[in-house]
């Protein structure tokens, strides 16, 4: 087992693009201040700016182009031992002042309905303190036209490589969000977040054959919390001819067989694999019923903790909110918790949670792993994903290969489904090679595979190291109203025994 | 804030922009105010109220576009927000496709579409309405463990103007709720669920929702593991409506369609489902109750035949003006409602689902199965191959074996993966009432399929 370990990154620069608001404490403090005065006994407030650029061309032209910008405020209280939330746009003071009523009175209508007070975990120390993500290059200081100009000359590269390919795009996103966190705990974390990436994506046909090939991942690429230099890493020009030309490559591809096998699947799927299976069922709101009613529970009851067999002893999976430009990296949580590691299965053997302080109060943790993020300001924070990593094993990805007599390597998330309490899955992956005798031997196309998650990660037999990598998933949705988050999640290729393969017929 | 005030910010930000020597302009000014109460394990857990509101501002300068949304209201930020659509338009290339924003249309504000009660509820009615909720369920078994679910009452607005005189605006109000329920014997869950969607608070029942939810849920404990294999299905209403969703998804946005990913395009004209399927988008149907009168580009909302006994065909395509261009077509008014409803991607979507009814009751459908399942429910439906129309997802809250007639008993929950061109080829009976599900944006029947494929279950 490798574990990694990093020194967190504290760096005080604070990039000012359009609209920049003032990240005061002033207002912050007002807000919270009214909510103890109506009767609070517990309130944190957050305030923050959300710009986010999503650039698309398809077909030679630029079919989306846009500037999201969002600012806001949130209040977040504790009265007669029972939440209350408040979200709006209004960042004047009279505004604020109405805000906090609203998250009282709302807290109040909750209290009437509780069983038991909300106990939220103890922090060590209230903190004041900032963050932002470390970066070479600002992508919002970068013009537009040298982006839209990558992302034309990858798209027209893309579309040369045949006439059959129908449909080619390439997308670039920069996001950033400016946040202030303040609690009547004394806590005061303001904080600088901001990813970037891109990605390719065609689609060959032939009369009703449609195939879709991606770089460097689906959903429309990777992104990492990083400054421009990652978009540039991608080298999206440069694959665009291998990505286009898998895509044709694919037509004539033959249909992926039904049965059980070895199988070897990639990072770029391995991820999606590791989120669904993993990082849903170890969160802890959701083990605790509180995700009931729309994305589920978990097979991972409170029962299991430290007892259960997850996986094989190759198997350790940590939430790290500290790994170097993953997704889910950033300095403090929405309630002020600094990132930390925690293993959520460690030797195979599940040993943790993903957790908020309301939730590791409720299973008597202690304290918090720093896991609750909103997707705004105007949102509640849920416990969401950091990155999810699966360790690096001892293997390099060629030696899976070379070691495996007969099976099926899968690259490249295409379709995704697991059942509400995260036992049943299946995934199908973009592109399949058949391994025979240690070699990649010939292409299958629409490649399936399905299992129950414990069986499935016992299988797991050999995990790499020399590919392992950060992938950003996001897209993450939970939560009613619903919430989409930004993840990521660290893995190289793994090896799994007798999965069964080949769903359709 | 009133609509004639979004009003006036979309008119004043219009103008800004049009003294800027843009050629075209267009703004869209939104409002959304929410409340959601959520509970589970029978208390509030999170309640939570939001004000939510922006503007979305287009410029073309020639054939460039420039586009900005920005989630704020006051003066100063949107003429900010004006200003760097136009720089983003100065140094975009140009999109050949390029017509032009949308031409001023007649438009009709539709009757009904909001209501006081909705928009102004309380926290203390939502609170109230939770707590039927619970002790009802609750009072149905004792079996009954938990109880979870959310309460929703919400208003939002619109107002749209562009320089080609365009002035349309629209509002509605928005109710919903559903109750899921988890009971408990000897160590064995059952699950059961329900939900409704209304424009008015007051027409939502607790009471109602938390005995059918219960009443499945108590059924459901002690689940059997069956085969797996080709089944006849009898599908709620809530079960039939993941289904629509998916295919307007994968197949009836013009979105896939362009992409050639739609399987809409590799059947046009050819009777792809049975010819008791009918199915249109149409926010004017009195059915519906997402009441919007134009769309996001303050275009009126068009009928789209999505499916027309059993037919796909061009004009299932739901079109806004940019995809529209493309295809030298007009925008069927699909634009989707800024900050309304939540897509990783903004896509033409349909949120007007009418699916045309039968004549069966869903008892009629159970005598008339001899070997079959009842699904209360989907959950995490996906596309696997989506020009094939093959979609996979789970059986949820409450899944029961027919045979001879009868619901015998409960099942573990099972996957499907089947290709809709086959599922909804051959329905064999349709539901006669129709439900409005997923906050009333799909209304649709229960309907039984001759038979649908599952591949996988799982231990619940
Ligand atoms: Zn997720």
Same mark, same amino acid.
Request: aromatic share 8%; proline share 4%.
């Given at each position: 087992?490798?574990?990694?370990?990093?020194?967190?990154?504290?760096?005080?620069?604070?990039?000012?693009?359009?609209?920049?608001?003032?990240?005061?404490?002033?207002?912050?403090k007002k807000?919270?201040?009214?909510?103890?005065?109506?009767?609070?006994?517990?309130?944190?407030?957050?305030?923050?700016?959300i710009?986010?650029?999503?650039?698309?061309?398809?077909?030679?032209?630029p079919?989306e182009?846009?500037?999201?910008?969002?600012?806001?405020?949130?209040?977040?209280?504790?009265?007669?031992?029972?939440?209350?939330f408040?979200g709006?746009?209004?960042?004047?003071?009279?505004?604020i002042?109405e805000?906090?009523?609203?998250?009282?009175?709302?807290?109040?209508?909750?209290?009437?309905?509780?069983?038991?007070?909300?106990?939220?975990?103890?922090?060590?120390?209230?903190?004041?303190?900032?963050?932002?993500t470390?970066?070479?290059?600002?992508?919002?200081?970068?013009?537009?036209?040298?982006?839209?100009?990558?992302?034309?000359?990858?798209?027209?590269?893309?579309?040369?490589?045949?006439?059959?390919?129908?449909?080619?795009?390439?997308?670039?996103?920069?996001?950033?969000?400016?946040?202030?966190?303040?609690?009547?705990?004394?806590?005061?974390?303001?904080?600088?977040?901001?990813?970037?990436?891109?990605?390719l994506?065609?689609?060959?046909?032939?009369?009703?054959?449609?195939?879709?090939?991606?770089?460097?991942?689906?959903?429309?690429?990777?992104?990492?919390?990083?400054?421009?230099?990652?978009?540039?890493?991608?080298?999206?020009?440069?694959?665009?001819?291998?990505?286009?030309?898998?895509?044709?490559?694919?037509?004539?591809?033959?249909?992926?067989?039904?049965?059980?096998?070895?199988?070897?699947?990639?990072?770029?799927?391995?991820?999606?694999?590791?989120?669904?299976?993993?990082?849903?069922?170890?969160?802890l709101?959701?083990?605790?019923?509180?995700?009931?009613?729309?994305?589920g529970?978990?097979?991972?009851?409170?029962?299991?903790?430290?007892?259960?067999?997850?996986?094989?002893?190759?198997?350790?999976?940590?939430?790290?909110?500290?790994?170097?430009?993953?997704?889910?990296?950033?300095?403090?949580d929405?309630?002020?918790?600094?990132?930390?590691?925690?293993?959520?299965?460690?030797e195979?053997?599940?040993?943790?949670?993903?957790?908020s302080?309301?939730?590791?109060?409720?299973?008597?943790?202690?304290?918090?792993?720093?896991?609750?993020?909103?997707?705004?300001?105007?949102?509640i924070?849920?416990?969401?994903?950091?990155?999810?990593?699966?360790?690096?094993?001892?293997?390099?990805?060629?030696?899976?290969?070379?070691?495996?007599?007969?099976?099926?390597?899968?690259?490249?998330?295409?379709?995704?489904?697991?059942?509400?309490?995260?036992?049943?899955?299946q995934?199908?992956?973009?592109?399949?090679?058949?391994?025979?005798?240690?070699?990649?031997?010939?292409?299958?196309?629409?490649?399936?595979?399905?299992?129950?998650?414990?069986?499935?990660?016992?299988?797991?037999?050999?995990?790499?190291?020399?590919?392992?990598?950060?992938?950003?998933?996001?897209?993450?949705?939970?939560?009613?109203?619903?919430?989409?988050?930004?993840?990521?999640?660290?893995?190289?290729?793994?090896?799994?025994?007798?999965?069964?393969?080949?769903?359709?017929? | 804030?009133?609509?004639?005030e979004?009003?006036?910010?979309?008119?004043?930000?219009?103008?800004?922009?049009?003294?800027?020597?843009?050629?075209?302009?267009?703004?869209?000014?939104? *409002?959304?105010? /929410? @409340?959601? !109460?959520?509970?589970?394990?029978?208390?509030?857990?999170?309640n %939570?109220? #939001?004000? $939510?509101? =922006?503007?979305?501002?287009?410029?073309?300068?020639?054939?460039?576009?420039?586009f900005?949304?920005?989630?704020?209201?006051?003066?100063?930020?949107?003429?900010?927000?004006?200003?760097?659509?136009i720089?983003?338009?100065?140094?975009?290339?140009?999109?050949?496709?390029?017509?032009?924003?949308?031409?001023?249309?007649?438009?009709?504000?539709?009757?009904?579409?909001?209501?006081?009660?909705?928009?102004?509820?309380?926290?203390?009615?939502?609170?109230?309405?939770?707590?039927?909720?619970?002790?009802?369920?609750?009072?149905?078994?004792p079996?009954?463990?938990?109880?979870?679910?959310?309460?929703?009452?919400?208003?939002?607005?619109?107002?749209?103007?562009?320089? *080609?005189?365009? /002035? @349309?605006? !629209?509002?509605?109000?928005?109710?919903?709720?559903?109750?899921? %329920?988890? #009971?408990? $014997?000897? =160590?064995?869950?059952?699950?059961?669920?329900a939900?409704?969607?209304?424009?008015?608070?007051?027409?939502?029942?607790?009471v109602?929702?938390?005995?059918?939810?219960?009443?499945?849920s108590?059924?459901?404990?002690?689940?059997?593991?069956?085969?797996?294999g080709?089944?006849?299905?009898?599908?709620s209403?809530?079960?039939?409506?993941?289904?629509f969703?998916?295919?307007?998804?994968?197949?009836?946005?013009?979105?896939?369609?362009?992409?050639?990913?739609?399987?809409?395009?590799?059947?046009?004209?050819?009777?792809?489902f049975?010819?008791?399927?009918?199915?249109?988008?149409?926010?004017?149907?009195?059915?519906?109750?997402?009441?919007?009168a134009?769309?996001?580009?303050?275009?009126?909302?068009?009928?789209?035949?999505?499916?027309?006994?059993?037919?796909v065909?061009?004009? #299932?395509?739901?079109?806004?003006?940019?995809?529209?261009?493309?295809?030298?077509?007009?925008?069927?008014?699909?634009?989707?409602?800024?900050?309304?409803?939540?897509?990783?991607?903004?896509?033409?979507?349909?949120?007007?689902?009418?699916?045309?009814?039968?004549?069966?009751?869903?008892?009629?459908?159970?005598?008339?199965t001899?070997?079959?399942?009842?699904?209360?429910?989907?959950?995490?439906?996906?596309?696997?191959?989506?020009t094939?129309?093959?979609?996979?997802?789970?059986?949820?809250?409450?899944t029961?074996?027919?045979?001879?007639?009868?619901?015998?008993?409960?099942?573990?929950?099972?996957?499907?993966?089947?290709?809709?061109?086959?599922?909804?080829?051959?329905?064999?009976?349709?539901?006669?009432?129709?439900?409005?599900?997923?906050?009333?944006?799909v209304?649709?029947?229960a309907?039984?399929?001759?038979?649908?494929?599952?591949?996988g279950?799982?231990?619940?």
């Amino acid at each position: 087992m490798h574990e990694l370990k990093y020194q967190p990154v504290v760096k005080k620069v604070f990039y000012k693009p359009y609209g920049v608001i003032n990240l005061s404490y002033d207002l912050g403090k007002k807000a919270i201040n009214e909510a103890l005065k109506l009767g609070a006994s517990y309130a944190d407030v957050r305030i923050g700016e959300i710009f986010d650029e999503n650039l698309t061309v398809r077909r030679g032209v630029p079919e989306e182009v846009s500037l999201l910008y969002s600012r806001g405020m949130g209040i977040r209280v504790i009265v007669r031992g029972a939440w209350g939330f408040a979200g709006s746009i209004d960042l004047k003071s009279e505004g604020i002042a109405e805000t906090a009523q609203k998250a009282v009175s709302v807290a109040l209508a909750s209290s009437k309905l509780k069983k038991k007070n909300i106990k939220l975990a103890a922090i060590a120390k209230s903190r004041k303190d900032e963050y932002s993500t470390p970066m070479k290059k600002d992508p919002f200081e970068v013009p537009l036209e040298d982006k839209v100009d990558v992302l034309l000359s990858a798209e027209r590269t893309l579309a040369e490589q045949s006439p059959l390919i129908k449909s080619s795009s390439t997308f670039f996103r920069a996001f950033r969000e400016n946040k202030l966190f303040m609690s009547n705990e004394g806590t005061e974390i303001t904080q600088q977040i901001t990813f970037c990436g891109g990605g390719l994506l065609c689609v060959a046909v032939r009369n009703s054959e449609v195939q879709r090939r991606s770089y460097p991942c689906s959903f429309r690429g990777n992104y990492s919390t990083a400054g421009y230099e990652f978009f540039e890493s991608l080298a999206l020009v440069e694959h665009a001819k291998e990505t286009g030309l898998e895509a044709v490559r694919l037509l004539d591809a033959v249909k992926c067989p039904s049965g059980k096998t070895d199988l070897i699947i990639t990072g770029e799927q391995l991820e999606l694999q590791i989120h669904e299976s993993c990082g849903h069922p170890t969160e802890l709101d959701r083990a605790l019923g509180m995700e009931a009613d729309y994305a589920g529970t978990s097979f991972l009851t409170p029962d299991k903790l430290g007892k259960l067999v997850y996986g094989s002893e190759n198997v350790n999976m940590v939430a790290d909110a500290t790994a170097p430009g993953g997704l889910g990296t950033f300095g403090y949580d929405d309630e002020g918790i600094p990132a930390k590691q925690v293993f959520l299965v460690k030797e195979g053997l599940f040993m943790g949670y993903q957790t908020s302080r309301e939730t590791a109060g409720d299973l008597g943790l202690g304290k918090s792993s720093g896991g609750m993020r909103a997707d705004s300001p105007l949102a509640i924070p849920l416990v969401r994903m950091t990155n999810i990593n699966l360790l690096p094993g001892d293997w390099k990805r060629e030696e899976i290969i070379e070691d495996t007599r007969h099976g099926f390597l899968m690259d490249t998330n295409r379709s995704w489904s697991i059942d509400d309490k995260r036992l049943n899955f299946q995934f199908g992956a973009e592109i399949g090679w058949e391994i025979k005798n240690g070699s990649k031997e010939r292409m299958v196309k629409n490649p399936t595979y399905t299992g129950m998650t414990p069986q499935f990660w016992s299988s797991c037999d050999a995990i790499s190291k020399d590919d392992w990598k950060m992938w950003g998933t996001p897209n993450c949705g939970k939560g009613v109203p619903a919430q989409v988050m930004y993840v990521g999640h660290g893995c190289g290729t793994a090896r799994f025994g007798k999965t069964r393969i080949g769903v359709l017929q | 804030m009133s609509v004639e005030e979004l009003r006036g910010i979309s008119q004043k930000a219009l103008k800004s922009a049009l003294k800027e020597n843009v050629d075209q302009a267009q703004v869209a000014a939104f *409002l959304f105010d /929410s @409340a959601r !109460t959520r509970f589970a394990n029978s208390q509030i857990h999170q309640n %939570v109220v #939001s004000k $939510k509101g =922006g503007v979305a501002i287009k410029v073309a300068i020639g054939k460039r576009i420039g586009f900005m949304r920005a989630d704020v209201l006051e003066a100063e930020q949107i003429e900010n927000a004006v200003g760097q659509a136009i720089k983003i338009a100065r140094v975009n290339p140009e999109d050949k496709y390029f017509k032009s924003f949308p031409e001023p249309e007649r438009w009709q504000s539709l009757q009904d579409a909001f209501d006081d009660d909705t928009a102004n509820c309380s926290p203390d009615y939502r609170a109230e309405r939770v707590k039927e909720a619970i002790e009802v369920s609750h009072s149905e078994s004792p079996l009954v463990k938990a109880v979870a679910g959310s309460i929703l009452s919400s208003s939002y607005s619109l107002a749209v103007t562009n320089s *080609l005189g365009m /002035s @349309a605006w !629209t509002k509605m109000s928005l109710a919903s709720m559903n109750v899921t %329920v988890i #009971s408990e $014997k000897t =160590g064995s869950e059952g699950f059961g669920y329900a939900e409704q969607s209304s424009r008015h608070i007051k027409d939502i029942d607790p009471v109602k929702l938390a005995a059918q939810a219960s009443e499945k849920s108590v059924k459901s404990i002690n689940p059997a593991k069956i085969s797996l294999g080709e089944y006849e299905v009898v599908l709620s209403p809530i079960a039939a409506s993941s289904f629509f969703v998916f295919l307007s998804l994968i197949g009836f946005s013009a979105a896939p369609y362009q992409r050639g990913e739609s399987f809409v395009k590799y059947h046009l004209n050819e009777q792809v489902f049975d010819e008791k399927l009918s199915v249109k988008d149409d926010a004017g149907d009195p059915r519906t109750v997402f009441k919007l009168a134009v769309d996001g580009e303050g275009v009126t909302k068009k009928r789209v035949p999505l499916i027309d006994k059993g037919v796909v065909s061009e004009e #299932s395509i739901c079109h806004d003006t940019s995809t529209a261009s493309r295809e030298d077509r007009q925008s069927t008014g699909h634009a989707l409602p800024h900050g309304l409803i939540r897509m990783t991607r903004p896509i033409p979507f349909p949120i007007n689902v009418i699916v045309h009814h039968g004549t069966a009751s869903v008892d009629e459908m159970i005598e008339e199965t001899g070997h079959g399942i009842f699904v209360t429910r989907f959950h995490y439906t996906n596309p696997v191959v989506p020009t094939k129309a093959v979609l996979t997802g789970l059986t949820r809250d409450g899944t029961f074996l027919i045979k001879n007639g009868e619901l015998t008993k409960p099942i573990k929950n099972m996957r499907y993966t089947d290709t809709m061109l086959s599922a909804l080829k051959r329905i064999s009976m349709m539901g006669k009432e129709l439900e409005a599900i997923r906050l009333g944006t799909v209304t649709v029947p229960a309907m039984k399929l001759e038979k649908l494929r599952f591949t996988g279950a799982t231990e619940y």
